[in-house]
Nanobody, 121 residues
Framework: QVQLVESGGGLVQAGGSLRLSCVAS?????MGWFRQAPGNEREFVST????????TSADSVKGRFTISRDNAKNTLYLQMNSLKPEDTAVYYC?????????????????WGQGTQVTVSS
């Protein structure tokens, strides 16, 4: 069993930046960030392989969001720049037993409780 705890969310103006963190209670393999806005399904944001050598991001965040990890600290990060109001959502980190990046939510066995990101216009 792996427990995930996200932090770093908050309220920011459009064009601003936030850095999300996700601390895992143990070793993890592929990890990812997903988000869910009110009334919407959970959607993929970004994923990273267990070595950190491979990443994939949704087209909507490419060039603005950067996923990274520090395995020594069992921590996943999401640097979010040039934030837009449409980025407003609860952001969840997930951990998968796969070693390659995956955009599919059902590949993730463990989830954090989520952290709210609100971008004002």
């Amino acid at each position: 069993q792996v427990q995930l705890v996200e932090s770093g969310g908050g309220l920011v103006q459009a064009g601003g930046s936030l850095r999300l963190s996700c601390v895992a209670s143990g070793r993890t393999f592929t990890m990812g960030w997903f988000r869910q806005a009110p009334g919407n399904e959970r959607e993929f944001v970004s994923t990273i392989s267990w070595t950190g050598g491979a990443t994939t991001s949704a087209d909507s965040v490419k060039g603005r969001f950067t996923i990274s990890r520090d395995n020594a600290k069992n921590t996943l990060y999401l640097q979010m720049n040039s934030l837009k109001p449409e980025d407003t959502a609860v952001y969840y980190c997930g951990a998968s037993w796969k070693t390659a990046p995956t955009t599919l939510h059902y590949d993730y066995a463990y989830w954090g409780q989520g952290t709210q990101v609100t971008v004002s216009s």
